[in-house]
């Protein structure tokens, strides 16, 4: 008995070793040094997530997850070295990296996360992500200056800090502004306003653009470098309850790793030269759990959870809980759309960018908001106006999920019949941060704008294909000769899809047969034939008669259109002839007015429960549960091209017709642009300083 004692003791020491072992070490927990507190330094932050050993069995277990959940992403082979346009943005051999990270040596966790993280980043595709909730976004990392690209009236570009900077970081960070306001040197000190507006002349003692650029490098997301770039800089979206405002990943970090910024600027009216080194600060992300020291930490944020991995939708355990349902899957948090339940995502397929920063809920200044009230039509992330022109109306659309997908739908059809009705001509789309979402809102949207044609009906989107390696083909051999989902809820059933001529797949076909063999950078892949339309006819009856002409319907945003939303604007340039605008890019760069195509998003999880639902998780090729808190994107559907309809669109080009720049009237105030770009566009009076990238 007292042999079992002392065992138990030894192995209660191990385990507290194992998951704090600084604790165990006698030395100060740099957790519980934190812990509780809603703003800490960078360093602080830093030294608790470097805290944690790397345990072999993570470390192997991640690798072995992302392994094999790659084999499903569609993408891969093409992103080892994409084509032009985008060959120099698009090169990253992730079987190679993971084949190295597996090899590594890491002195924490968190340095061999940070790699993970990183490889996956330099993919820039916003679907194929891997992110850990014990790490990204657990502290974020501001400054109270976001900056801005503005052109002067001779056209020449600078970046400045964002005239609205001290407002919304006053409102935003409360108290904390007094750290920055003290940390301002002599004559600035409890200045902190006066820096409103201020050209930026340096950057850490360079050129402001090579810290844009080396940003470009690591921020993912998207394939374009002009689109990176932006993302550099502050913005605004319209959000599910509100307009936002979005930082800009120089004022707004996932990590903790910046401790300060060295500025030197002049400040508007002033002729003399400034130097001012800022301090990040780090807060609590608000997806983050509380904790109290190391071990509650890593219990409450590390630890694979009841949602991390998938489940069979026919065990008796799910059958039982049909509540959970109505919760958003665990990747939700850091989907770039309003949170959706899983019934709405699993009913209507999605397109969506994911991103470790969570969807901004930082308000965007009343003083920049529209001041005439939306149409009552209005809904969510849809907001219908009318310009002072009373001849041109506008969709501010944030995104294209919304909690109700039928309430959604209805909406951008009286919206829009609305505008009609009250004297608009022409119609501005604002998709400005639009990160996607529903698939078929992207086809509705399209159909209803243009009317009844062949470029509509009965496919007002892009046909698609999807990988077909040996796991994926036999999950719908269960399915169709099994009969494992009788009630059709996996995405791999056959019931879900059309062929190429938009006909409805029968129950029992094979439908992936016959395959579609491509030989990409080298590596020889098996994927479906190809798929047709999924979305008509709508549950809503939409008008015969398109409500605006192409002709007279601007695409505007700042190139940050993703996933479903590029599917809408791609369609709707090559197809109809719709003119795109991009706001605020740098005139020397291609400005892309969309990016990360894709066809259909998923994630780890979701696939996981299409394997376990038909039996398949003891299969060699089957990943296993993750054991951490991590969620791990995919392309899972990939559209076929229009210009080049034998390739993928995700690889084609872009080019907005109007890279149209802001200046300190117009940035970040949504109707003074929405007025700017109207008059330029439809030659109302002689326009501001612009490059033209394609005539129009």
Same mark, same amino acid.
């Given at each position: 008995?007292?042999l079992?004692v002392?065992?138990?003791?030894l192995?209660s020491i191990?385990?507290?070793?194992?998951t704090n072992?600084?604790?165990?070490?006698?030395?100060?927990d740099?957790?519980?040094?934190?812990?509780?507190?809603?703003w800490?330094?960078?360093l602080?932050a830093?030294?608790c997530l470097?805290?944690?050993p790397?345990?072999? %069995? &993570?470390? !192997?277990?991640?690798?072995? /997850? =992302?392994?094999?959940t790659?084999?499903?992403? +569609?993408s891969?082979?093409?992103?080892?070295?994409a084509?032009?346009?985008?060959?120099?943005?698009?090169?990253e051999?992730?079987y190679k990296d993971?084949?190295?990270?597996?090899l590594q040596?890491?002195q924490s966790?968190?340095?061999?996360?940070?790699?993970?993280?990183?490889?996956?980043r330099?993919?820039?595709d916003g679907h194929?992500?891997?992110?850990n909730y014990?790490?990204?976004?657990?502290?974020i990392?501001y400054?109270?200056?976001p900056l801005?690209?503005?052109?002067s009236p001779?056209?020449?570009?600078?970046?400045h800090?964002a005239?609205?900077?001290?407002?919304?970081?006053?409102a935003e960070?409360g108290?904390?502004?007094?750290s920055?306001?003290?940390a301002?040197?002599?004559?600035?000190k409890?200045k902190?306003?006066?820096?409103?507006g201020?050209?930026?002349? %340096? &950057?850490? !003692?360079?050129?402001?653009? /090579? =810290?844009?650029?080396?940003?470009a490098l690591? +921020?993912g997301?998207?394939q374009?470098l002009?689109?990176r770039?932006?993302?550099?800089?502050s913005?605004y979206?319209r959000g599910?309850?509100?307009w936002?405002?979005l930082?800009?990943?120089f004022?707004q970090?996932v990590h903790p790793?910046t401790?300060?910024?060295?500025?030197?600027?002049?400040r508007v009216?002033?002729?003399?030269i400034?130097t001012?080194?800022?301090?990040?600060?780090?807060?609590?992300?608000?997806g983050a759990?509380n904790?109290?020291?190391?071990?509650?930490?890593?219990a409450n944020?590390c630890?694979a959870?009841?949602d991390?991995?998938g489940?069979?939708m026919?065990a008796?355990?799910?059958?039982?809980e049909?509540?959970?349902?109505e919760?958003?899957?665990p990747?939700?948090?850091?989907?770039q759309?309003p949170?959706?339940?899983r019934?709405?995502?699993?009913?209507?397929?999605?397109?969506?960018l994911v991103d =470790?920063?969570?969807l901004s809920?930082?308000?965007?200044?009343?003083?920049?908001q529209?001041t005439e009230p939306?149409l009552?039509?209005?809904?969510s992330?849809?907001?219908?106006y009318m310009?002072?022109?009373n001849?041109?109306?506008?969709?501010?659309?944030?995104?294209?999920?919304?909690?109700?997908?039928?309430?959604?739908?209805h909406?951008?059809?009286?919206?829009?019949?609305?505008?009609?009705?009250?004297?608009?001509?022409?119609?501005l789309?604002?998709?400005?941060?639009?990160g996607?979402g529903?698939i078929?809102?992207?086809?509705?949207l399209?159909r209803?704008?243009?009317?009844?044609k062949s470029t509509?009906e009965?496919?007002?989107?892009?046909?698609?294909?999807?990988r077909?390696g040996?796991?994926a083909q036999?999950?719908?051999?269960r399915?169709?000769?099994?009969g494992?989902?009788p009630d059709?809820?996996?995405?791999y059933n056959?019931?879900?899809?059309?062929?190429a001529?938009n006909i409805?797949?029968t129950?029992?076909?094979d439908?992936m047969?016959?395959?579609t063999?491509?030989?990409?950078?080298?590596h020889?892949?098996?994927f479906?034939?190809?798929l047709?339309?999924?979305c008509?006819p709508?549950?809503?009856?939409p008008?015969?008669?398109?409500?605006?002409?192409?002709?007279?319907?601007?695409?505007i945003?700042?190139?940050?259109?993703?996933?479903?939303?590029?599917?809408?604007?791609i369609?709707?340039?090559?197809?109809?002839?719709?003119r795109?605008?991009?706001?605020?890019?740098?005139?020397?760069?291609p400005?892309?007015y969309c990016g990360v195509?894709?066809?259909?998003?998923?994630?780890f999880?979701t696939i996981d429960t299409?394997i376990?639902?038909t039996?398949l998780?003891?299969h060699?090729?089957?990943?296993?549960?993750?054991?951490?808190?991590?969620?791990?994107?995919i392309t899972?559907?990939?559209?076929?091209?229009?210009?080049?309809?034998?390739?993928?669109?995700?690889?084609q080009?872009?080019?907005a017709d109007i890279?149209f720049?802001?200046t300190m009237?117009?940035?970040?105030?949504?109707v003074?642009?929405?007025?700017a770009?109207?008059?330029v566009v439809?030659?109302s009076?002689?326009?501001p300083?612009l490059?033209?990238?394609?005539?129009?």
């Amino acid at each position: 008995m007292r042999l079992v004692v002392v065992l138990l003791f030894l192995v209660s020491i191990a385990l507290n070793a194992a998951t704090n072992p600084i604790s165990a070490l006698g030395l100060p927990d740099p957790c519980a040094e934190i812990a509780g507190k809603q703003w800490v330094s960078p360093l602080a932050a830093r030294t608790c997530l470097s805290s944690f050993p790397l345990d072999p %069995a &993570i470390k !192997d277990n991640t690798i072995r /997850v =992302a392994n094999l959940t790659k084999s499903f992403h +569609t993408s891969v082979n093409w992103q080892i070295q994409a084509p032009e346009p985008f060959a120099n943005d698009v090169h990253e051999d992730l079987y190679k990296d993971l084949a190295r990270i597996s090899l590594q040596e890491y002195q924490s966790e968190f340095e061999f996360h940070q790699d993970l993280f990183h490889t996956f980043r330099r993919l820039n595709d916003g679907h194929c992500v891997l992110i850990n909730y014990c790490y990204d976004s657990l502290y974020i990392s501001y400054l109270p200056t976001p900056l801005t690209l503005l052109t002067s009236p001779d056209g020449q570009q600078n970046v400045h800090i964002a005239p609205e900077a001290f407002a919304v970081a006053s409102a935003e960070f409360g108290d904390e502004i007094e750290s920055w306001q003290s940390a301002l040197p002599g004559k600035l000190k409890g200045k902190l306003e006066t820096l409103n507006g201020a050209k930026v002349l %340096a &950057i850490n !003692d360079q050129d402001p653009f /090579v =810290a844009v650029n080396a940003n470009a490098l690591v +921020t993912g997301g998207y394939q374009s470098l002009g689109t990176r770039q932006n993302s550099f800089f502050s913005s605004y979206s319209r959000g599910a309850t509100g307009w936002n405002y979005l930082m800009g990943n120089f004022a707004q970090q996932v990590h903790p790793l910046t401790d300060a910024v060295k500025l030197t600027i002049q400040r508007v009216n002033s002729t003399s030269i400034d130097t001012i080194t800022l301090p990040y600060r780090s807060r609590f992300g608000r997806g983050a759990k509380n904790f109290t020291d190391s071990a509650s930490f890593r219990a409450n944020n590390c630890l694979a959870t009841n949602d991390t991995n998938g489940l069979n939708m026919y065990a008796a355990s799910h059958l039982t809980e049909p509540e959970d349902s109505e919760k958003p899957l665990p990747i939700a948090y850091f989907q770039q759309q309003p949170p959706v339940s899983r019934k709405e995502a699993r009913r209507h397929p999605m397109n969506v960018l994911v991103d =470790a920063l969570p969807l901004s809920d930082i308000d965007l200044p009343e003083t920049m908001q529209p001041t005439e009230p939306a149409l009552n039509e209005s809904y969510s992330v849809a907001q219908f106006y009318m310009l002072a022109d009373n001849t041109t109306g506008v969709l501010a659309l944030g995104s294209f999920s919304a909690s109700n997908f039928s309430a959604f739908q209805h909406s951008l059809l009286d919206g829009l019949v609305k505008l009609k009705s009250s004297g608009a001509t022409r119609l501005l789309v604002d998709v400005t941060n639009n990160g996607g979402g529903y698939i078929c809102i992207a086809h509705w949207l399209h159909r209803i704008i243009i009317g009844s044609k062949s470029t509509t009906e009965p496919q007002a989107g892009l046909d698609t294909i999807t990988r077909a390696g040996p796991l994926a083909q036999l999950i719908v051999q269960r399915i169709v000769q099994d009969g494992m989902d009788p009630d059709k809820l996996l995405y791999y059933n056959p019931t879900q899809w059309t062929n190429a001529s938009n006909i409805p797949f029968t129950p029992g076909t094979d439908w992936m047969k016959p395959l579609t063999e491509l030989k990409t950078n080298g590596h020889e892949d098996l994927f479906s034939q190809r798929l047709g339309q999924e979305c008509q006819p709508f549950d809503v009856e939409p008008p015969r008669k398109g409500l605006f002409k192409a002709k007279d319907v601007v695409v505007i945003s700042n190139g940050r259109c993703a996933s479903s939303c590029s599917l809408f604007s791609i369609t709707m340039s090559k197809l109809e002839g719709v003119r795109t605008v991009v706001v605020g890019g740098k005139h020397d760069t291609p400005q892309q007015y969309c990016g990360v195509v894709g066809g259909q998003s998923t994630d780890f999880s979701t696939i996981d429960t299409e394997i376990k639902s038909t039996h398949l998780k003891n299969h060699t090729l089957a990943p296993p549960d993750l054991l951490s808190n991590i969620v791990q994107g995919i392309t899972w559907r990939l559209g076929y091209g229009i210009n080049n309809p034998n390739e993928p669109e995700e690889w084609q080009d872009h080019p907005a017709d109007i890279n149209f720049p802001l200046t300190m009237d117009t940035v970040n105030r949504p109707v003074a642009i929405w007025e700017a770009v109207t008059n330029v566009v439809f030659k109302s009076f002689t326009p501001p300083p612009l490059v033209v990238q394609n005539e129009f």
